[in-house]
């Protein structure tokens, strides 16, 4: 089992669209967790954190299953600035690193 | 605030040619320093992380090394570039730990030819 696995879509979504991603880890010890958002050519940045009881920021919403090794993103009202490539990202088990999928890209179209 | 620089942003060498890119890490001290890379159509590969001056963690055996000779500063290097060193080079921060993240440089841009 690859240690975080992502759907590489692509996802071709209409503007306002609500769009789910989803990730599974491997190492149950893993501690912190995130997903970045990457466009074409640039660096990752930090879109969120990803907390056990979920969080929401806005038109996102992350969640994680300890249980199932799960992570997801929600994105509601999809905009066309949210065509990116989004990385699912976990936190290796001695806490000093972290560990990228090869994320999922979403394109939103009017 | 913190932020990080990163150069040169794009770089075109032979193969065979030496390499070093240079990372600083402003506003903060004793950060979590990473280089990771990203090849084309790859995920991100984490190659070297440093936790203080001169400690330094491989992750990947390869023809690349790293160095840390100040405490904001991470240098990536390779004696003899190969075709396959070509991608995008990231350097990023953090704190102590990864709790919060990190933030990324704008990379580097690498083509071996």
């Known amino acids: 089992r690859k240690e975080v696995e992502q759907d590489p879509g692509p996802f071709n979504v209409p503007e306002g669209a609500t769009v789910a991603f989803n990730c599974t880890y491997s190492?149950?010890?893993?501690?912190?967790f995130f997903w970045y958002r990457q466009d074409c050519r640039k660096e990752p940045k930090l879109l969120m954190s990803v907390y056990s009881s979920g969080n929401e920021d806005g038109r996102f919403t992350a969640q994680l299953n300890r249980a199932s090794q799960y992570i997801s993103l929600l994105i509601r009202d999809s905009k066309l600035s949210d065509s990116a490539t989004y990385l699912c990202v976990v936190a290796n088990q001695a806490g000093t690193a972290l560990i990228f999928g090869k994320g999922t890209t979403l394109s939103v179209s009017s | 605030s913190q932020t990080i620089h990163q150069w040169p942003a794009t770089l075109v060498q032979p193969v065979g040619s030496p390499l070093s890119l240079e990372c600083t890490v402003e506003g903060t001290s004793n950060p979590n320093l990473y280089w990771y890379r990203q090849a084309a159509g790859r995920g991100l590969q984490l190659l070297f992380y440093s936790v203080g001056i001169g400690q330094i963690s491989s992750e990947v055996p390869q023809n690349l090394s790293a160095s840390r000779p100040q405490d904001r500063q991470f240098i990536l290097s390779s004696k003899k570039l190969l075709l396959s060193d070509s991608g995008f080079y990231l350097c990023a921060w953090s704190p102590d730990r990864v709790i919060g993240g990190y933030t990324f440089g704008s990379g580097t841009r690498l083509t071996v030819v």
């Open positions: 190492n149950s010890a893993s501690q912190s």
